[in-house]
């Protein structure tokens, strides 16, 4: 009999409202029909503010909390509420090095439209879902999909994230399932 999976963990790494949270897991079970846990929230990262930005290091949060112990889950999605940023980009929505363990979503972009006005909630769920699983597809080792109609199409602005559906492809559901089997 194969050994039971390790669960997902949704941790917030600050002060998160819990809906992102339960909103989070409830697809990682639901879409993906893994199991998802809520862990006890994190400290605020304040060690990953770039003063000249006001901003958050994606990279220096994975450095620093990725070391801590998740013994026991197989993934990690640390779920923030502060605006995050690499290098290379004036923000993300959430980021994760390809097979990592953990990866981030930030909340902050997601809850207005490109004019600043906000936006339904059920709208916010949708999109804070949709960058959980395609950052939790990086952590199982999925690449960016050329096809539009895929959840690992890249997502750079509001407009592009709101298109993607919150499925992904039949080849990256294969690949997916593949690394399941893996694990
Ligand atoms: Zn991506
Ligand atoms: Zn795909």
Do not use: W
């Not at 995050?84 to 980021?95: A, M, N, Q, S």
Request: one cysteine or more; proline letters at 4%; aromatic letters at 10%.
């Amino acid at each position: 009999m194969p050994q039971k999976k390790k669960p997902i963990g949704v941790v917030a790494i600050g002060d998160v409202a819990a809906v992102f949270l339960k909103v989070i897991a409830a697809h990682i079970s639901g879409y993906l029909n893994l199991d998802a846990e809520i862990l006890p929230s994190v400290a605020h990262p304040h060690f990953a503010l770039n003063e000249n930005r006001f901003q958050y290091d994606c990279g220096v949060i994975l450095k620093t909390i990725d070391s801590e112990s998740f013994d026991g889950y197989e993934k990690v999605i640390g779920v923030l509420a502060v605006d995050l940023f690499v290098p290379i980009f004036t923000h993300v929505f959430g980021e994760a090095r390809q097979g990592g363990k953990m990866a981030l979503v930030s909340t902050y972009r997601l809850q207005n439209n490109l004019k600043g006005a906000s936006v339904p909630d059920s709208l916010v769920y949708e999109r804070t879902a949709k960058v959980a699983l395609h950052e939790l597809g990086h952590l199982f080792n999925l690449m960016h999909c050329d096809d539009d109609k895929c959840l690992m199409h890249f997502s750079g602005n509001l407009e592009e994230l709101d298109e993607t559906p919150l499925f992904f492809c039949r080849y990256c559901t294969a690949y997916f399932r593949d690394a399941l089997q893996r694990q």
